[in-house]
T-cell receptor, first 116, second 110 residues
Framework: NAGVMQNPRHLVRRRGQEARLRCSPM?????VYWYRQLPEEGLKFMVY????????ESGMPKERFSAEFPKEGPSILRIQQVVRGDSAAYFC??????????????FGPGTRLTVL | DQQVKQNSPSLSVQEGRISILNCDYT??????FLWYKKYPAEGPTFLIS?????DKNEDGRFTVFLNKSAKHLSLHIVPSQPGDSAVYFC?????????FGTGTRLTIIP
């Protein structure tokens, strides 16, 4: 049973470009979460999605950031017009279809975004 | 504001001894707590969790203790093994939106 998959593992962008980060949840999981980890900090919640629905995006910056989880295909975290402060590790997690708040979140290996 | 705090950035423990990692929280709405372990260049791996209706949960070498009145939880690892060397994060939530601490780097000395 494959775990949560994220790609790319490393992404380098110049200021002003767009970054697209992909996350495929574990088989049987329909809940996806995105977190960001800045250097020397803990993971910060960004957004919680179910298939075709954004459930909670209270941790998302108001501008330039968007997320989706389509009916088919991976979840995408999109950052437009990246700035140096967006450099971080972005982690995706998934949990089972039951949606219980105590369901364990299983994390992917992360995408390390570097903005030059 | 840091609602989940891990005040020890690092900890070194002799192999075979007990490792105790601590975590404090400030949000009274938190009622579900988890510990994750993270190796470099990997995502966090779930270790153990506890809900606020309990004060202890045990899984093999790992035990988590919760003191609700002090808003404090701890993770005990015994006996400590070299493979336990990693960064440990505590996380908490009233729901799926987890709040993480900044982590404690545990080093097990052979």
């Amino acid at each position: 049973n494959a775990g949560v998959m994220q790609n790319p593992r490393h992404l380098v962008r110049r200021r002003g470009q767009e970054a697209r980060l992909r996350c495929s949840p574990m088989k049987g999981h329909s809940h996806v979460y995105w977190y960001r980890q800045l250097p020397e900090e803990g993971l910060k919640f960004m957004v919680y999605l179910q298939k075709e629905n954004i459930i909670d995006e209270s941790g998302m910056p108001k501008e330039r950031f968007s997320a989706e989880f389509p009916k088919e295909g991976p979840s995408i975290l999109r950052i437009q017009q990246v700035v140096r402060g967006d450099s971080a590790a972005y982690f995706c997690a998934s949990s089972p279809v039951s949606g219980s708040r105590t369901d364990t979140q299983y994390f992917g290996p992360g995408t390390r975004l570097t903005v030059l | 504001d840091q609602q989940v705090k891990q005040n020890s950035p690092s900890l070194s423990v002799q192999e075979g001894r007990i490792s105790i990692l601590n975590c404090d929280y400030t949000n009274s709405m938190f009622d579900y707590f988890l510990w994750y372990k993270k190796y470099p260049a990997e995502g966090p791996t779930f270790l153990i969790s506890i809900s606020s209706i309990k004060d202890k949960n045990e899984d093999g070498r790992f035990t988590v203790f919760l003191n609700k009145s002090a808003k404090h939880l701890s993770l005990h690892i015994v006996p400590s093994q070299p493979g336990d060397s990693a960064v440990y994060f505590c996380a908490a939530g009233p729901n799926e939106k987890l709040t993480f601490g900044t982590g404690t780097r545990l080093t097990i000395i052979p």
